[in-house]
């Protein structure tokens, strides 16, 4: 039996379309829901809920962000401070810095206080007593936003 | 004058595998820095300090809130002055009282009271959080949002 070839073979190629199409959507998703402005976010913070936390309606001018884990360390600066005494230190620099080469005031710099669910309160306080002795007067403490009531512990 | 007409014509082979390159590295950037977050939010407070405080004194007496805490810093106990606040959900029973005693028909920033926190220092901070959410203000039932006090700061800690 003489088997006949099946003539010239053709490159098969697939319509590559539908493909594009989805990639491009997925792309224009993604760009639209990323958020460059969590840079100060931190995954070692697990911020507290509250229905009433709203994003202040003017971006803050230079704001100082500390974080406060659930174990007393603090972040400042990207940098994990175990001690109190060491974040002291580094906002007294911070606050030269800003009297030496800016033209505000210390107590117009707000302080974002980004402190775990868990932490101490205690904590937090200590914090604030510590920028309040650098002359800072503004604080905004950091929370979750949150649909439902969180009034009910 | 005559034109002469291509007689061949070559199909022209768009390379797509580049664009299909780029797009599927940049798919897989937004995907691995893709992070589910709930959008944060501020309570901003101003709060200088004891000896430097510039700011008038307010007329009105200053309400304090307790916040009391067991070893393990859970809640342990609520109290306006000398009210305190038992049960299932002592910080919906404080806002109450809070909107009681504090007029806010007004609009926001109408009344100039200010509550001071005392919290004990283990008392974990999604209580104090709890607190100055059920003292600063409320959301009512068509989703407007009502500020109650705007005036809160923490008590001083003892060294």
Do not use: W
Not at chain 1, 7 to 25: K, L, R, W, Y
Not at chain 1, 59 to 79: A, K, W
Not at chain 1, 119 to 135: D, F, H, P, S
Not at chain 2, 131 to 143: K, R
């Amino acid at each position: 039996m003489r088997i006949r070839a099946r003539g010239p073979q053709g490159i098969v190629e697939g319509d590559m379309t539908p493909m594009i199409d989805c990639a491009f959507q997925l792309i224009s998703f993604f760009m639209f829901v990323i958020n460059f402005s969590e840079v100060e976010t931190d995954q070692r913070v697990n911020l507290p809920m509250s229905e009433l936390a709203r994003p202040p309606e003017a971006p803050y001018e230079q704001p100082l962000t500390i974080h406060l884990t659930d174990d007393d360390h603090f972040i400042y600066g990207g940098r994990e401070l175990p001690t109190l005494a060491e974040l002291r230190s580094e906002l007294l620099q911070e606050t030269q810095i800003i009297k030496r080469h800016t033209s505000k005031k210390v107590a117009e710099v707000t302080v974002i206080i980004r402190a775990d669910e868990d932490a101490k309160t205690g904590m937090v306080q200590r914090v604030i007593q510590a920028c309040q002795r650098l002359e800072f007067e503004k604080f905004a403490l950091r929370g979750k936003q949150s649909e439902v009531s969180t009034e009910r512990p | 004058m005559k034109f002469t007409s291509h007689q061949r014509r070559e199909d022209i082979i768009v390379q797509m595998t580049p664009m299909i390159d780029i797009v599927f590295q940049l798919m897989f950037f937004f995907l691995f820095t893709f992070k589910i977050a709930l959008p944060e939010g501020d309570f901003s407070i101003r709060m200088p300090s004891s000896k430097s405080s510039s700011g008038a004194p307010s007329e009105t007496p200053l309400l304090k809130v307790r916040l009391r805490a067991t070893p393990e810093g859970e809640l342990a106990g609520v109290q306006l002055g000398d009210v305190a606040f038992n049960g299932a959900a002592p910080f919906q029973q404080l806002h109450s009282k809070l909107r009681g005693l504090i007029p806010d028909e007004a609009g926001p920033g109408s009344s100039d009271q200010e509550v001071e926190i005392e919290a004990d220092f283990n008392l974990k901070y999604r209580y104090a959080m709890s607190a100055i959410t059920a003292i600063t203000g409320y959301i009512d039932e068509n989703g407007a949002r009502h500020t109650l006090v705007e005036r809160v700061r923490f008590a001083p800690l003892g060294e």
